[in-house]
């Protein structure tokens, strides 16, 4: 991966963006087709498996000698503690290893509710469930989509919560909560507050609850099939599930706006994710066409080919610029929620488009397992569903400009 210094941005991101690229360039990209042996693949080898877990444990000792483990948290808690900026450009780089991050101890769903532990936890909940999430010693699942309700609209969401005494009693019905089949804990969106139709805003009804694996009534019933594999997004079912009103994450209401605290800002970090992973496809897409003879020439050589490469290239940068764009008003303090709907919408769109020329031009090589594509393919794909369907991200992105103009004033691109 070719990383340079950026002449706009400060010294600490270059930095960063330099150390992550020496570790994605020497210790992961060389070794990429024996990283990933684990015995949960159909057919391998002792021997592999073995060399495999060590290259992944190199690869974690020099991210942690390099100060940059566990990026997304603060020091205090084990974590690099960078900044905002800091993080989207260094999630950038490692993005273009699939799988890196990983290696540098950021695993989705667990970082996700790490970050809401740290922001919402008292001080016994991160004692009980953060500090052995990030030690290791602990998984997680972030459970609120449901098989019967529309994941799009959060406010429909049936699962309760009904309090008695010093407990709080769920029932409810789950589906793609993934880690589901590993996790020790769940991070449940529950109603705590009935809808009485009196125009209260429904989603101050929402509240998050930790609700540990073991607990009579949790019932994992499957790992849903995706893309024609069984996988560890998980179909749940929680039955009179009895926890103590201290497993409550923040105030009683509070739910809805940290799903959004998590999925809001991070959006930034799942499209700065996307774009490295362009990047690497739209690298892998070059060297292809550069090296392939086909029918008395190179793939360079055809103009459709061409007009694959130029096509991604628009695609790869407007989606960084966009992003970085959004980055920077949100780490200058300003709102950005049009902009988070536009990349949330733009880049995924932007990134199936880049991995399917990439796929095209490698032919059947494309679509193996010895390339990261078909992976990535299935990544983008589901990004455009996922964490809010495009659907409701465009509508709002046009509700606010259509806003703006009502106030009188047409949008300013510029700020
Ligand atoms: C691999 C994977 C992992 C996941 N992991 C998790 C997890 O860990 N935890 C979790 O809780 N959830 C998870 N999800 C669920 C995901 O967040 C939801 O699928 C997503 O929020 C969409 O909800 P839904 O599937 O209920 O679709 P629905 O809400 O039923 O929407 C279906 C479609 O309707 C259309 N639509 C929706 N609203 C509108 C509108 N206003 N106008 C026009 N069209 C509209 C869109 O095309 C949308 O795709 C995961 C999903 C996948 C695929």
Request: aromatic share 8%; with cysteine; net charge negative.
């Amino acid at each position: 991966m070719n990383v340079q210094p950026i002449a706009t941005v400060s010294e600490r991101v270059n930095e960063i963006r330099a150390l992550t690229a020496r570790i994605v360039n020497e210790d992961i990209l060389p070794h990429e087709n024996m990283m990933w042996i684990t015995e949960a693949r159909g057919s391998y080898r002792d021997a592999d498996v073995k060399e495999s877990a060590a290259l992944r444990e190199h690869v974690r000792s020099r991210v942690r000698q390099t100060g940059l483990w566990a990026p997304h948290l603060p020091q205090e808690y084990g974590g690099a503690g960078l900044g905002f900026l800091e993080l989207a450009y260094m999630v950038e780089v490692l993005a273009y290893a699939v799988g890196a991050a990983s290696l540098f101890g950021m695993v989705a769903p667990n970082s996700g509710n790490e970050s809401l532990l740290v922001r919402y936890g008292t001080e016994e909940q991160k004692e009980k469930w953060l500090v052995p999430l990030i030690e290791g010693r602990f998984e997680s699942g972030f459970s609120m989509t449901e098989p019967d309700r529309p994941g799009s609209d959060p406010r429909s969401l049936q699962t309760t919560a009904r309090r008695e005494g010093d407990q709080w009693v769920i029932n409810g019905h789950k589906w793609f909560t993934s880690n589901g089949k590993r996790a020790d804990f769940f991070i449940v969106m529950c109603r705590t507050e009935e809808d009485h139709g009196d125009g209260t805003d429904s989603n101050a009804r929402m509240t998050q609850i930790i609700v540990p694996r073991d607990t009579p009534g949790v019932t994992v019933v499957r790992g849903i099939e995706v893309w024609g594999v069984e996988s560890d997004h998980c179909e749940i079912i929680y039955d009179d599930v009895r926890v103590p009103v201290a497993n409550q994450l923040g105030e009683t209401g509070s739910g809805h706006q940290a799903a959004q605290d998590r999925l809001g800002a991070g959006r930034v970090f799942h499209c700065m994710n996307s774009v490295g992973q362009m990047w690497r496809a739209f690298d892998l897409m070059v060297e292809r066409a550069a090296t392939r003879h086909v029918h008395g020439g190179p793939l360079e050589s055809k103009q459709l080919v061409q007009a694959f490469i130029a096509d991604s290239y628009m695609d790869v940068q407007s989606a960084r610029l966009m992003t970085i764009h959004c980055a920077e008003r949100i780490d200058g303090g300003h709102t950005a929620r049009t902009e988070i709907s536009a990349i949330k919408v733009f880049v995924p769109a932007a990134y199936h488009r880049v991995v399917d020329r990439a796929i095209q031009v490698w032919g059947a090589a494309g679509v193996s397992g010895d390339l990261p594509l078909a992976h990535m393919y299935q990544t983008a794909r589901v990004l455009r569903l996922a964490d809010g369907p495009d659907e409701v991200h465009r509508i709002l992105i046009a509700k606010r400009v259509l806003g703006q103009h009502r106030k009188g004033s047409g949008w300013d691109f510029a700020n």
